[in-house]
């Protein structure tokens, strides 16, 4: 079987980032998951002595906490810097930026909706900068429960599809007197989601690998299987079925931003020698 790689995939320059402040840490403690993949949680704790805490009532202020590649909300934030103890800050810098935009946009009067899931910890974090109530919304349909104001201001979680953001941006342009718009959709996050079309356009069976919790790999795998029915999301190789491959002539691989090459290139390896 032909096996063929997207031509972009796997670690972002955000995840890298947090992975390399993590390693450095020297027995660290991340408040929530650093990024989403258990796999490599594992092996930052295995090897590096890198620690989970779910909660500030985990965190002694003796500890060095690590703020993941999420973010966390303000509060949070502000509690462990009265804490007094040492934080290293692995938030991703396209989640930073829509902070700030978030905290300047409310500031300024405009009504902040958020392109995005509410229960992520990115859009906590994002959310937790306005200074009045920000809108979160899935998808159209949900925007259009809303009395659109005056004044709006958009932004995305960082991992979203762009067609679907401009959806909501066109909705808005339309509905109010003045629409402030910021695509704050990775760079990583076009590149991953063009390449995985394009690839499963050209395969029989598709597999993509990345956390089962991971918002960009959920993404992923519905682009993927819009293009390539047969398109399946694993963990890891472990969550490879033969059956997938019977008749197929070329497999296509591609992986979230939050999963590491060494998942990757296992899950290759098992793949070829089917």
Same mark, same amino acid.
């Given at each position: 079987?032909?096996? %063929?790689?997207?031509?972009? +995939?796997?670690?972002?320059?955000?995840?890298?980032?947090?992975?390399?402040?993590? &390693?450095?840490? @020297?027995?660290? /403690?991340?408040?929530?998951?650093?990024?989403?993949?258990?796999?490599? /949680?594992?092996?930052? #704790?295995?090897?590096?002595?890198? %620690?989970?805490?779910?909660?500030?009532?985990?965190?002694?202020? #003796?500890?060095?906490?690590?703020? %993941?590649?999420?973010?966390?909300?303000?509060?949070?934030?502000?509690?462990?810097?009265?804490?007094?103890?040492?934080?290293?800050?692995?938030?991703?810098?396209?989640?930073?930026?829509?902070?700030?935009?978030?905290?300047?946009?409310?500031?300024?009067?405009?009504?902040?909706?958020?392109?995005?899931?509410?229960?992520?910890?990115?859009?906590?974090?994002?959310?937790?900068?306005?200074?009045?109530?920000?809108?979160?919304? #899935?998808?159209? &349909?949900?925007?259009?429960?809303? #009395?659109?104001?005056?004044?709006?201001?958009?932004?995305?979680?960082?991992?979203?599809?762009? @067609?679907? +953001?401009?959806?909501?941006? @066109?909705?808005?342009?339309?509905?109010?007197?003045?629409?402030? /718009?910021?695509?704050? *959709?990775?760079?990583?996050? +076009?590149?991953? @989601?063009?390449?995985?079309?394009?690839?499963?356009?050209?395969?029989?069976?598709?597999?993509?690998?990345?956390?089962?919790?991971?918002?960009?790999?959920?993404?992923?795998?519905?682009?993927?299987? %819009?293009?390539?029915?047969?398109?399946?999301? *694993?963990?890891? &190789?472990?969550?490879?079925?033969?059956?997938? +491959?019977?008749?197929?002539?070329?497999?296509?691989?591609?992986?979230?931003?939050?999963?590491?090459?060494?998942?990757?290139?296992?899950?290759?390896?098992?793949?070829? &020698?089917?």
């Amino acid at each position: 079987m032909e096996v %063929r790689l997207a031509k972009s +995939f796997g670690f972002c320059f955000g995840v890298k980032r947090a992975i390399k402040i993590a &390693e450095k840490s @020297q027995d660290g /403690i991340t408040l929530g998951e650093l990024i989403h993949n258990q796999k490599e /949680i594992d092996r930052l #704790k295995q090897g590096y002595g890198v %620690r989970l805490a779910k909660g500030i009532d985990e965190i002694s202020p #003796k500890d060095h906490v690590i703020v %993941r590649t999420h973010g966390i909300p303000k509060n949070e934030l502000t509690k462990l810097e009265t804490m007094g103890v040492k934080i290293s800050d692995a938030t991703c810098p396209y989640v930073t930026k829509p902070q700030k935009i978030v905290e300047q946009m409310s500031a300024e009067g405009y009504q902040v909706v958020i392109f995005g899931d509410i229960a992520h910890p990115e859009v906590k974090s994002v959310m937790s900068y306005a200074q009045n109530e920000a809108w979160v919304v #899935k998808n159209l &349909e949900e925007l259009q429960k809303y #009395k659109i104001p005056k004044k709006t201001a958009l932004v995305s979680q960082t991992t979203k599809q762009t @067609q679907k +953001f401009y959806e909501l941006a @066109q909705y808005l342009l339309s509905h109010s007197y003045e629409t402030r /718009i910021f695509n704050t *959709i990775c760079n990583a996050t +076009f590149q991953n @989601q063009d390449s995985a079309k394009e690839l499963a356009k050209e395969v029989d069976v598709m597999v993509v690998v990345g956390g089962l919790t991971s918002s960009n790999t959920k993404q992923l795998f519905e682009i993927a299987k %819009r293009h390539c029915p047969d398109s399946y999301l *694993i963990e890891d &190789e472990s969550g490879l079925d033969l059956k997938w +491959f019977e008749g197929k002539k070329i497999c296509g691989i591609t992986a979230g931003a939050s999963t590491p090459d060494w998942i990757i290139q296992k899950v290759k390896q098992k793949i070829q &020698e089917i």
